[in-house]
């Protein structure tokens, strides 16, 4: 109007946003050195296996930081990782059992290893524990782990698993009673 250019609104928010994410998120080396024992862990709970757990953990680092630039909220990356993490896991563990459907038609038998990395398990009480908690429902698992042994919140757990808040807690409530339920049946005293 005054021949005066008014800058561009969406490439100024554009700018900020990008300028808060280099300033505000952690490097992937910071975020790998703060994370990845923790999610390689919480994995090995949730499929049973370590290998395929780091595996796991080494997709989910490489999608996240393919993707980085892209996310809404920079200070959720650490969620969105385990989110990103979960999720491999799950489509892992549906590949496998597609896998073993089509075997088990063809009439031919696999042996699926459903072992426990023993090594990791050092007493009788925490391998009763990790075999209950592998026992629980997918879902159940997934609260379970990333609550109590990852320790997000609630609010965290629910954006990881894409599910509402009342829904995680609903999870946890049934899988602390079933695992009260399998780890008091079993205590021998």
């Known amino acids: 109007m005054d021949g005066v250019a008014k800058p561009d609104v969406v490439a100024v928010a554009d700018a900020m946003v990008m300028r808060d994410l280099v300033v505000t998120s952690p490097s992937l080396p910071e975020l790998f050195a703060a994370h990845s024992r923790r999610l390689v862990g919480a994995l090995t709970v949730y499929t049973g296996d370590h290998g395929d757990a780091e595996d796991l953990v080494q997709e989910a680092f490489a999608r996240v930081h393919s993707s980085r630039l892209q996310l809404r909220d920079p200070d959720r990356i650490v969620s969105y990782l385990y989110s990103v993490a979960f999720n491999l896991a799950r489509t892992r563990w549906r ?42 429902p997918e879902r159940q698992r997934a609260c379970v782990v990333l609550h109590y042994y990852t320790d997000l919140s609630v609010a965290d757990t629910a954006l990881a698993l894409g599910i509402s808040t009342n829904s995680v807690k609903t999870h946890l409530q049934r899988a602390l009673i079933s695992l009260r339920t399998t780890l008091v049946n079993e205590d021998p005293s």
Not at 96 to 117: A, K, P
């Open 95 to 136: 590949r496998q059992r597609t896998f073993e459907r089509v075997v088990q038609r063809l009439g031919r038998s696999i042996e699926v290893d459903t072992d426990l990395d023993v090594a990791s398990v050092q007493n009788s009480t925490v391998a009763a524990t990790t075999a209950a908690v592998t026992a629980l």
